[in-house]
């Protein structure tokens, strides 16, 4: 399984996110922002970062590169997405994912650990969350939606929403369930001697979606 | 005609350089002349009051890549790569526009370091504020912390730790300190020397504009004071993207061999770094100013020679190899212009559509600034304020809980969760959870621990032993973690260096820097000097800040500070022998005055070796050093962290003389807090002092026993954010 990272100018977890799925037992490769050519590509993570400078809105430019219209066919045919903390922004704004991301409740960057529940299982899953812009909103309507359909992936744990997203929530799907965006890093909780190794259930249930 | 202030003196030179300048000339300099001779001899970058006392600094050593002069200072970490570092000081910028001055700051010292070819791994950084319950002061800190937060951040080099201290006399004056921690394959490594008549000057990255002109010298090099708001066009602006597109830039361009030299654009812009990297290469260079990209058309050759444009490098690159350079800054969506070349005239000759509108010998221009001899003289006392905030005759209780809370000892959370510090996937231990940061280095199968401190009260009280705990207290750290330091580096911020009283400071807080690396055997790999913090009520506390990098073989070992299980014994190691003297106590007590002990370097040095070999054969399961507020403030803090009480008996120091409140609260080098097994801890030759459980502090210590239950001293220790967003 050969999972492709896009690289944008201004991306920061780009080269962790490889790391991660090296050390999930996957490979792993840069895609540039210019390449439109996924093909040999089992599955594509959109980073962390500030892709363009995050200038406009996080993910506002990032979203009309030649790398995202690919991405956005691979994800049509059902090809699997990851989208994490800027690139979860991106997905949104690229209309790949439903909602959209504001300001922290708080107004200010916070870099945490934080526990998640995984919807479904109930699994807990400690991972850091690092961002401004963290906090998912979306109608009511919507957000009644997404739940009906199962498309809320990971909600905060008690007591750990600190950027105020609606209903809690940290992670969603498509309708297809074949595109995911979170905010927290998962690729950043795969090393026990960095915090923890929770991040590598995200990756298998990336993974799963290939088999 | 008017008679004014002649231009050479608004420039900040004094009449005599400017004769000297006339001289080495053989004629007046015109005006874009003058404005670059008052950018290169100003204190800023031509360390003209401190660079004499700085020869007195050990720098040599074995695992010594780059020393001071180069744009950071690298040692060696094993398998072929090296760790690089450097800190340098952003106080006058932040001082008037906190947000950008801290920003820049963090951009510039990011620069320093991918400009040798190390890739930035993390950042630190040293704070000092006015009061707490200053408006101006929490204004400074929070446009600072989200400064750094949002350079740092954006892009994405992890902010693992550093220190914040509030003080009176830094009120006008606040201190930035950035610091940037490298990592390179050391044969890719690169100087600043510009060699090869005929290579070709590329200027790489951002535009230049009219930002930050005169930074150097109006703003770094005078006194703050009235009229600081017309400075503020002096504080250039960042933008970490252009800065994060430019590091991946010159990174690719390194690895892919394609440059002869690299320099950063700091302070005095073109005209430091051209002259810097001339005066290196031992050449000459030519520069046409009409081929400077710019973002304002109408800007004079002087303006273009002296902006301070953030987000620049200068390469010297083989005429050949030019248009390959600028492929790889398309790519990466960065300005390049081939903007002039090296000669062989020994001169910096500026240009402007091939006309000479400047031209003066390297030498003169880098070189050629008088360096001053201090005329130090030591005060007649404590020559800062002293003002009481502890009501006389309170309980032992309440003397721990107000210094818990005190903003210089209480934890940092608030700031540094502002920070991304795991970005990299390097990060082992996050601030707070031990007392140096450890990142880990998987190409060179070790990890590296980076610590960064310098307690100005301390070192107002005592410039020469405050100076000296400082560097133990880093090492200390290091020690804790299980690491052995490899290089130091320092910014040393001071008052204005032609007064009497910070000229004895500066002059004595040197030679406690140099005793001290010489004892432990750790070199000074570089550093940075910042004069002229003063505000209208006098100098800031002299503060060194010291930074060290330190190795250990195995991450997996590093003990944490926090207590680990109730059960553990908690034992005290280290010759440490606490008094009140320059302690945060005396503080709260308007009690501060001069005089400090000096610490025994070498019985401190024989107590780090025996942590850090502890560390790392695993026989401990905590280690803390005895820091600001003692040891009452050490336990707690090792308490809070872990969620686990202590009870503790401290005849121990009373046995070496120590009063109850000395015990308790005294502060001094050479204390190490560890827990662990009982015997383990018996056989280092610590004294076991007490155990840890429960959910209170207990601490015997005479008259002045107290306890404290954990979650009263967790809301003092936690008070900062809620004091700071007042």
């Not at chain 1, 999972?3 to 999930?24: I, N």
């Not at chain 1, 001697?193 to 991040?199: E, N, V």
């Not at chain 2, 809370?405 to 959370?413: Q, T």
């Not at chain 2, 009260?457 to 100076?467: D, L, Q, W």
Request: charge should be negative; charged fraction near 20%; include cysteine.
């Amino acid at each position: 399984m050969i999972w492709g990272v896009l690289q944008f100018p201004g991306s920061c977890d780009e080269r962790d996110a490889v790391h991660a799925y090296r050390l999930a037992g996957g490979e792993a490769r840069l895609v540039w922002h210019e390449e439109r050519d996924l093909r040999g590509l089992d599955g594509v993570v959109v980073p962390g970062g500030f892709s363009y400078g995050d200038y406009l809105r996080a993910g506002a430019i990032a979203r009309f590169s030649p790398a995202m219209e690919a991405v956005a066919a691979f994800a049509a045919a059902g090809g699997p997405v990851l989208g994490i903390c800027n690139g979860f922004q991106v997905l949104c704004e690229a209309g790949l994912l439903p909602g959209a991301l504001l300001r922290n409740a708080e107004l200010r960057f916070r870099c945490h650990q934080v526990e998640l529940i995984e919807e479904g299982t109930g699994a807990r899953l400690s991972i850091p969350a690092k961002h401004g812009e963290g906090r998912y909103n979306a109608p009511n309507e919507l957000l009644d939606q997404l739940e009906a359909k199962g498309q809320v992936a990971y909600r905060y744990a008690d007591g750990h929403n600190s950027n105020g997203s609606a209903r809690d929530i940290a992670g969603v799907t498509n309708e297809r369930g074949n595109v995911l965006g979170l905010m927290p890093h998962p690729e950043h909780a795969v090393d026990p001697l960095t915090g923890s190794t929770d991040g590598l259930r995200v990756f298998e249930r990336m993974s799963g979606i290939l088999a | 005609m008017t008679v004014g202030t002649p231009k050479h003196r608004e420039l900040g030179l004094t009449d005599h350089e400017y004769e000297l300048i006339v001289e080495q000339l053989g004629r007046e300099p015109n005006d874009v002349e003058l404005a670059m001779f008052s950018l290169l001899w100003s204190e800023h970058c031509a360390y003209k009051h401190s660079r004499k006392l700085l020869s007195r600094l050990p720098t040599a050593g074995e695992r010594v890549v780059m020393g001071p002069g180069e744009n950071a200072g690298a040692v060696d970490v094993g398998n072929g790569y090296a760790v690089a570092f450097k800190v340098e000081s952003h106080n006058h910028p932040s001082a008037v526009e906190p947000f950008e001055g801290a920003a820049t700051g963090v951009g510039g010292i990011l620069r320093d370091v991918f400009a040798i070819g190390a890739r930035p791994i993390a950042i630190l950084d040293s704070l000092r504020f006015g009061e707490l319950d200053s408006v101006r002061s929490r204004h400074l800190l929070d446009g600072a912390v989200r400064g750094i937060g949002h350079y740092g951040n954006s892009i994405g080099v992890a902010t693992v730790g550093g220190e914040i201290y509030f003080e009176e006399p830094y009120e006008h004056n606040c201190l930035v300190n950035a610091m940037c921690v490298g990592f390179a394959k050391t044969a890719e490594m690169v100087r600043a020397a510009a060699a090869g008549v005929g290579n070709s000057i590329v200027l790489m990255g951002a535009s230049t504009g009219r930002d930050g002109i005169g930074g150097a010298s109006v703003l770094a090099s005078a006194e703050l004071g009235d009229g600081d708001d017309a400075k503020r066009p002096t504080v250039q602006i960042g933008d970490p993207f252009e800065e994060s597109k430019l590091l991946e830039c010159c990174l690719e361009l390194l690895e892919k061999g394609l440059l002869v030299s690299l320099q950063d654009l700091g302070a005095a812009g073109l005209t430091s770094s051209a002259g810097e990297m001339a005066s290196a290469g031992g050449v000459g260079i030519d520069l046409d100013v009409a081929l400077v990209p710019l973002r304002e058309a109408d800007m004079e050759p002087f303006e273009i020679m002296v902006s301070e444009s953030q987000e620049r490098m200068l390469a010297v690159v083989e005429p050949e190899r030019v248009a390959e350079v600028q492929a790889i800054c398309e790519k990466w969506q960065t300005g390049s212009a081939e903007i002039g070349v090296v000669t062989d005239s020994g001169q910096i000759r500026i240009l402007k559509r091939g006309d000479v509108v400047g031209e003066m010998p390297v030498e003169a221009l880098v070189d050629g600034c008088p360096l001053y001899d201090l005329e130090p003289v030591e005060p007649g006392g404590w020559i800062y304020g002293n003002r009481a905030t502890l009501a006389p005759g309170v309980s032992a209780e309440d003397e721990l809980l107000a210094l818990l809370a005190a903003p210089s000892i209480a934890s940092k959370r608030w700031a540094f969760e502002q920070y991304d510090s795991v970005v990299g996937s390097r990060t082992v231990r996050r601030p707070e959870s031990a007392d140096a940061a450890v990142l880990q280095l998987p190409e060179s199968g070790n990890a590296i621990a980076v610590s960064i401190d310098g307690n100005g009260r301390r070192v107002a009280c005592n410039p020469y032993a405050g100076t000296v705990e400082a560097v133990l207290e880093c090492a200390q750290n290091l020690a804790c973690v299980g690491a052995e330091p490899l290089g130091l580096t320092n910014c040393l911020n001071f008052g204005n260096p032609e007064k009497p009283a910070p000229a004895w400071q500066l002059d004595r807080a040197v030679s406690g820097l140099a005793d001290a690396c010489a004892a432990l055997g750790v070199p000074v790999v570089g550093g940075n000097v910042s004069l002229y913090n003063e505000g209208p009520d006098g100098p800031i506390y002299p503060t060194p800040v010291v930074a060290m990098v330190g190795e250990l073989p195995d991450p997996a070992r590093v003990a944490g500070s926090a207590l680990v299980a109730a059960g553990d014994a908690i034992a005290l190691l280290g010759p440490f022998s606490p008094t009140l003297a320059g302690s945060e106590l005396a503080k709260q007590r308007g009690e501060l005055d001069a005089g400090l002990p000096t610490p025994d370097v070498e019985k401190v040095a024989n107590a780090c070796r025996v942590v850090r070999d502890a560390v790392r054969a695993g026989r401990v399961a905590s280690a803390h050093d005895v820091s600001d507020g003692g040891l009452a403030c050490a336990l707690a803090e090792s308490a809070i962290g872990g969620g686990i009480g202590c009870r503790v008996d401290l005849q121990p120091l009373r046995e070496r003389g120590c009063s109850p409140e000395e015990a308790l609260f005294g502060e001094g080098a050479g204390g190490f807090l560890l827990s662990g097994e009982r015997s383990a801890l018996e056989d280092l030759g610590a004294v076991v002092i007490g155990e840890a459980g429960g959910t209170t502090i207990e601490i015997a210590a005479g008259d002045r026993s107290l306890v404290v239950g954990l979650g009263g001293a967790e809301s003092a220790w936690r008070s900062l954010g809620e004091r700071a967003e007042r």
